[in-house]
């Protein structure tokens, strides 16, 4: 089993900023890609960014140039750093694992933002 913990959320003024993090652990054996997605009450689920195994990044349109994806150097925690927030960046952000060779999705249980104008 793989869980995965979230940090770093917390209530921020537009403009500013927070670092999310994300430690797995558990029976990781392979190779992953580690993703961030986020969530308001009410809507669906919507992808933020994701970070492959090699490294390589990826972002939805509306944060790209203000968040960056990383990963720490045993590649079993992922960072979000998130600079310039806006209102609409208010959202349960949630860490998810994707293991390459089963497929496999894992996630966790979500770190509140919440970003006043």
């Known amino acids: 089993q793989v869980q995965l913990v ?3 959320g917390g209530l921020v003024q537009a ?6 993090s994300c430690v797995a652990s558990g029976n ?5 890609s580690m993703d961030w997605y986020r969530q308001v ?10 970070i492959s195994f090699g490294g ?12 960056t994806i990383s990963r720490g150097n045993a ?5 979000l750093q998130m600079n310039n927030l806006k209102p609409e ?14 497929g496999m999705n894992y996630w966790g249980k ?3 933002v919440t970003v006043s104008s």
């Open 28 to 32: 990781i054996f392979s190779s992953y």
């Open 89 to 102: 960046d208010t959202a349960v952000y949630y860490c998810r694992i994707s293991v390459y060779h089963n």
């Open 110 to 112: 979500g770190t509140l």
């Open 75 to 79: 590649k079993n925690t992922v960072y």
């Open 15 to 20: 403009g500013g900023s927070l670092r999310l």
């Open 6 to 8: 979230e940090s770093g």
């Open 56 to 67: 390589i990044t990826k972002y939805v349109d509306s944060v790209k140039g203000r968040f």
């Open 41 to 50: 009450p009410g809507n669906q689920r919507e992808y933020v960014a994701t």
